[in-house]
Every structure is written in structure tokens, then in C-alpha cells.
């Protein structure tokens, strides 16, 4: 079973972001958000959003299944997402634009030439 770290890095490599690059967009150290990858830190709900956010999908990808039955209210869960949604697009918005003016690329050029 892959643990959140592990969703968030497949994910991350999907989208063939760096790890600097995914740290710009959350305003946090590379060092920081190596030990998320790494499950060295406990994450927030908040945080799980804003990393969603920025690799562009869904939050209910990167957390586990529940374990007792699935009574979820999805029309509220939805509805809040929805909200939050639109309130980190901005800053996530605002923070690409940043890293394009800075010339902050988002691929990881330093492992290609092992392959």
C-alpha cells in the first residue's frame, strides 16, 4: 500500500516537476518538502490541498481510503474543496507567474543524465 509521501512523489513525477519547483509553489524549503515525500512530516489538511493544487488534481487522490465504510458526505466535501479551491488557485496562480518571471523552471534537469 503506498503511504501519502509516495502518492505525492508519483504524482509529482507524473507531472515532471522538480522538488525545488514543488517547493516554490508551497513557500517552503527544498528540505522541507523532500521530508514530506519521505513521510518525515505529519501533514495538514491544509497542506494536503495546497500540494493537490499544485500538481493539479484531486486531494481525495493523494489521501488513503477510509477504513470503516464510506459515510462521507461527498456533496460537502466537494462544496469545501470547491471553496478552497478557488482560494489557493490564486496564490498557486500567482506563485507560477512568480517562478516564470524568476525563470524558476520545473523540471529536475539534475537526474536526466543518469538515465
Known amino acids: 500500500m503506498q503511504n ?3 502518492r505525492i512523489r508519483a504524482a509529482r513525477l507524473e507531472k515532471n516537476y522538480s522538488q525545488f519547483y514543488m517547493a516554490f509553489l508551497l513557500d517552503i524549503s527544498q528540505a522541507s518538502y523532500s521530508k514530506i515525500e519521505r513521510n518525515e512530516t505529519t501533514l495538514t489538511l491544509l497542506r ?3 500540494i493537490a493544487e499544485a500538481l493539479e488534481i484531486s ?5 488513503p481510503k477510509p477504513k470503516f465504510g464510506t459515510g462521507i458526505n ?5 462544496k469545501t474543496w470547491n471553496k478552497l479551491r478557488q482560494l489557493w488557485s490564486n496564490g498557486i496562480q500567482k ?13 529536475d534537469k539534475s537526474n536526466t543524465d543518469d538515465l
Do not use: K, T
Not at 59 to 63: A, N, Q, R, Y
Not at 74 to 78: K, N, Q, R, V
Open 48 to 50: 494536503i490541498y495546497q
Open 74 to 78: 461527498y456533496h460537502f466535501i466537494f
Open 4 to 6: 501519502i509521501g509516495d
Open 95 to 107: 506563485r507560477r507567474a512568480e517562478a516564470d518571471r524568476l525563470n524558476i523552471g520545473h523540471s
Open 59 to 63: 486531494p481525495f487522490i493523494l489521501m
